[in-house]
Protein backbone atom coordinates (compact mmCIF):
# COMPACT_ATOMS: atom_id res chain seq x y z
CA UNK A 1 0.00 0.00 0.00
CA UNK A 2 1.56 3.44 -0.68
CA UNK A 3 -0.19 6.55 0.02
CA UNK A 4 0.80 10.36 -1.29
CA UNK A 5 -0.53 13.28 0.16
CA UNK A 6 -0.61 16.63 -1.71
CA UNK A 7 -1.72 19.82 -2.63
CA UNK A 8 0.52 21.74 0.51
CA UNK A 9 2.23 24.89 -0.60
CA UNK A 10 2.89 28.36 0.79
CA UNK A 11 -0.25 30.69 2.45
CA UNK A 12 -0.69 33.56 4.32
CA UNK A 13 -1.92 33.02 8.18
CA UNK A 14 -6.04 32.74 7.54
CA UNK A 15 -5.45 31.16 4.59
CA UNK A 16 -6.71 27.43 3.33
CA UNK A 17 -5.46 23.90 2.35
CA UNK A 18 -7.58 21.35 1.10
CA UNK A 19 -4.68 17.86 1.30
CA UNK A 20 -5.97 14.96 -0.69
CA UNK A 21 -4.81 11.34 0.19
CA UNK A 22 -5.42 8.70 -2.86
CA UNK A 23 -3.60 5.65 -1.98
CA UNK A 24 -2.40 3.72 -4.70
CA UNK A 25 -2.58 -0.04 -4.96
CA UNK A 26 -5.13 -2.10 -2.88
CA UNK A 27 -8.20 -0.04 -1.73
CA UNK A 28 -8.05 1.35 1.97
CA UNK A 29 -11.83 1.27 2.38
CA UNK A 30 -11.84 -1.35 5.45
CA UNK A 31 -8.68 0.75 7.36
CA UNK A 32 -9.16 3.52 9.44
CA UNK A 33 -7.40 6.51 8.00
CA UNK A 34 -5.69 9.66 9.96
CA UNK A 35 -3.38 13.05 9.03
CA UNK A 36 -0.52 13.62 11.08
CA UNK A 37 1.84 16.32 10.79
CA UNK A 38 5.91 16.82 11.64
CA UNK A 39 7.25 20.24 12.31
CA UNK A 40 10.66 20.78 12.08
CA UNK A 41 12.23 19.56 15.69
CA UNK A 42 9.60 18.08 16.93
CA UNK A 43 7.72 14.60 17.01
CA UNK A 44 4.84 13.63 14.23
CA UNK A 45 1.91 14.23 16.44
CA UNK A 46 -2.18 12.43 14.78
CA UNK A 47 -3.87 15.32 14.24
CA UNK A 48 -7.35 13.61 13.27
CA UNK A 49 -8.16 10.00 12.70
CA UNK A 50 -11.15 9.12 10.93
CA UNK A 51 -12.54 5.41 11.22
CA UNK A 52 -13.57 3.19 8.27
CA UNK A 53 -16.96 4.56 7.71
CA UNK A 54 -16.41 8.12 8.67
CA UNK A 55 -18.71 7.69 11.46
CA UNK A 56 -16.37 8.90 13.96
CA UNK A 57 -13.76 11.39 14.17
CA UNK A 58 -11.60 13.03 16.31
CA UNK A 59 -9.22 15.87 16.19
CA UNK A 60 -6.27 17.02 18.35
CA UNK A 61 -6.91 20.18 20.21
CA UNK A 62 -4.53 22.07 18.24
CA UNK A 63 -6.69 21.72 15.28
CA UNK A 64 -10.14 21.34 16.57
CA UNK A 65 -12.48 23.95 14.99
CA UNK A 66 -10.20 24.73 11.92
CA UNK A 67 -9.64 21.38 10.26
CA UNK A 68 -11.87 18.87 9.14
CA UNK A 69 -10.96 15.30 8.12
CA UNK A 70 -13.45 13.57 5.61
CA UNK A 71 -13.08 10.75 3.23
CA UNK A 72 -14.48 9.45 0.50
CA UNK A 73 -14.70 5.81 -0.20
CA UNK A 74 -15.99 5.60 -3.27
CA UNK A 75 -13.18 7.42 -4.81
CA UNK A 76 -10.68 5.64 -2.17
CA UNK A 77 -9.52 8.87 -0.70
CA UNK A 78 -9.27 10.56 2.67
CA UNK A 79 -8.99 14.67 2.69
CA UNK A 80 -7.88 17.01 5.24
CA UNK A 81 -9.54 20.48 4.80
CA UNK A 82 -6.99 23.34 6.95
CA UNK A 83 -8.85 26.67 7.69
CA UNK A 84 -7.60 29.84 9.41
CA UNK A 85 -4.26 28.39 9.11
CA UNK A 86 -1.70 29.96 11.69
CA UNK A 87 2.34 29.77 11.43
CA UNK A 88 2.26 27.34 14.14
CA UNK A 89 0.87 25.09 11.82
CA UNK A 90 3.55 24.53 9.26
CA UNK A 91 4.74 21.18 9.04
CA UNK A 92 5.60 18.22 6.43
CA UNK A 93 2.00 16.31 6.79
CA UNK A 94 1.69 12.61 6.38
CA UNK A 95 -1.55 10.61 5.83
CA UNK A 96 -1.67 6.60 7.41
CA UNK A 97 -3.58 3.63 7.20
CA UNK A 98 -4.41 1.30 10.35
CA UNK A 99 -5.46 -2.07 9.53
CA UNK A 100 -7.86 -1.65 12.38
CA UNK A 101 -11.28 0.05 10.55
CA UNK A 102 -13.15 1.00 13.38
CA UNK A 103 -10.28 2.53 16.03
CA UNK A 104 -9.24 6.09 16.13
CA UNK A 105 -5.59 5.82 16.42
CA UNK A 106 -4.03 9.22 18.43
CA UNK A 107 -0.34 7.67 18.50
CA UNK A 108 1.48 7.06 15.21
CA UNK A 109 2.27 3.79 16.40
CA UNK A 110 -1.04 2.16 15.87
CA UNK A 111 -0.40 3.12 11.66
CA UNK A 112 0.68 0.39 9.55
CA UNK A 113 0.89 2.36 6.60
CA UNK A 114 2.75 5.86 5.32
CA UNK A 115 2.82 7.90 2.75
CA UNK A 116 4.84 10.44 1.54
CA UNK A 117 3.91 14.18 3.39
CA UNK A 118 3.30 17.18 1.63
CA UNK A 119 5.06 20.35 3.08
CA UNK A 120 2.99 22.98 4.11
CA UNK A 121 4.18 26.56 5.52
CA UNK A 122 1.96 29.49 6.78
CA UNK A 123 3.87 32.90 6.70
CA UNK A 124 3.08 35.42 9.32
Known amino acids: VQLQASGGGLVQTGGSFRLPCPPSGPPLRSNAMGWSRQAPGKERDIVAP????????YYADSVKGRFSISRDNAKNTVYLQMNSLKPEDTAVYYCAADREPYRLGTQRNKYDYWGQGTQVTVSS
Open 50 to 57: INRRGSRI
